[in-house]
């Protein structure tokens, strides 16, 4: 029996000497925070996902955060999905928003348009999209129209998304007026912890860049607005700059592991693997739509030594107690309903063909 973790993480030999290097150079430099290094990550990073502005922060949370501070959602709605980590939500909290919470398409990890639509009212500032697993939804552009014809702003949530997009004019971080994403050691690349925050705006620029650093202006030693630290060491810097180097390349496997799944569960009508059609999709997880509740399969998987990872999501916010609150309506029946009939089974670059084999031959069992 062989034995599949939910995730691994190797960085090769000529990683690690060139960030070896890399780091006795900022040892020598006369910046070890905010320096050469964090603008180059910056600047690379826009090349990635197209944008003309970058902000490196500490977290994926931050990014958000700021990017609601940043619009001025005090004491106004935002819709977003009820199918999201619980992030999402806290940094329209924290910044003063109220969460308006946006049921699924049925048998989808994507937010209804048509409930959209619905839930728009007087006091609605903001639509938080969500790129579930990576995957950007064709409705997106739709989205966009509303959000002009409703003079809304459109935040996203592409922490799973680092270089997906659906065309030249959709990238995700550049859909929508402020894109947030997240460098946690399980996303598609990584900085130990980070975040970037990724927008077209100069004006939103100016600001988001100043929120990360107190609120300051041109003169240090004032500020102009209450902001909070969230800046990043040279050495983070570094770390991502040397994941961008390698970011397609892991994507590229990504997907192909992706395909394999599809390929050997095919002829499985108990499985469905949701695949982005055009463009190019991160992968960040492998999602399958199944008809057995997801329980059955992950126990029978763990037996045979197969660890699926973190669904997307277990549990949909409106049902988690902290947020109650903010639920007005408890039946959003498609989320509730698509948590239980998906799993997400092991995706990462440095898992073998032969153990996606694995996985796929125990999933054909059950």
């Not at 995706?347 to 153990?355: A, I, Q, R, V």
Request: hydrophobic share 35%; charged share 25%; proline share 3%.
């Amino acid at each position: 029996m062989k034995r599949i973790p939910i995730f691994k993480l190797n960085f090769e030999k000529k990683f690690q000497d060139k960030y070896k290097n890399l780091s006795n150079k900022v040892f020598n430099s006369k910046a070890i925070s905010e320096g050469y290094y964090v603008k180059k990550f910056e600047k690379n990073f826009s090349s990635l996902v197209n944008s003309k502005y970058s902000i490196a922060v500490t977290n994926g949370t931050a990014a958000l955060e700021i990017a609601f501070r940043t619009i001025n959602i005090l004491n106004k709605e935002v819709i977003v999905p009820t199918n999201t980590f619980f992030a999402t939500i806290i940094a329209i909290i924290n910044a003063g928003g109220k969460p308006v919470f946006c049921d699924n398409k049925p048998d989808s990890p994507e937010m209804d348009i048509e409930e959209i639509k619905n839930k728009i009212t007087k006091k609605t500032k903001a639509i938080c999209i969500v790129h579930v697993g990576g995957i950007i939804s064709n409705d997106c552009s739709n989205i966009v129209k509303i959000c002009k014809k409703k003079k809304l702003f459109l935040i996203e949530d592409a922490a799973h998304a680092h270089g997906s997009f659906l065309n030249k004019d959709l990238y995700a971080g550049t859909i929508g007026d402020i894109g947030c994403f997240s460098f946690y050691p399980t996303k598609v690349m990584t900085t130990g912890e980070g975040g970037m925050i990724t927008t077209n705006n100069k004006k939103f620029y100016v600001k988001m860049n100043s929120s990360k650093n107190f609120g300051r202006g041109k003169n240090p030693n004032f500020i102009n607005f209450l902001g909070s630290n969230n800046k990043i060491s040279e050495f983070t810097a570094i770390f991502g700059l040397l994941e961008l180097e390698r970011i397609k390349k892991r994507i590229n496997k990504r997907k192909k592991l992706v395909m394999r799944y599809l390929e050997k569960l095919k002829d499985n009508d108990n499985y469905d693997v949701i695949i982005q059609n055009k463009g190019r999709c991160s992968y960040y997880k492998c999602i399958i739509k199944t008809k057995l509740n997801s329980k059955i399969i992950e126990k029978f998987c763990k037996k045979n030594g197969i660890n699926l990872t973190g669904k997307v999501w277990d549990t949909p916010i409106h049902k988690q107690n902290v947020f109650q609150k903010y639920v007005t309506r408890n039946n959003l029946k498609n989320s509730e309903k698509f948590s239980k009939y998906h799993i997400c089974p092991p995706n990462y670059p440095e898992l073998t063909y032969d153990e996606i084999d694995y996985v796929c031959t125990i999933l054909n069992k059950i």
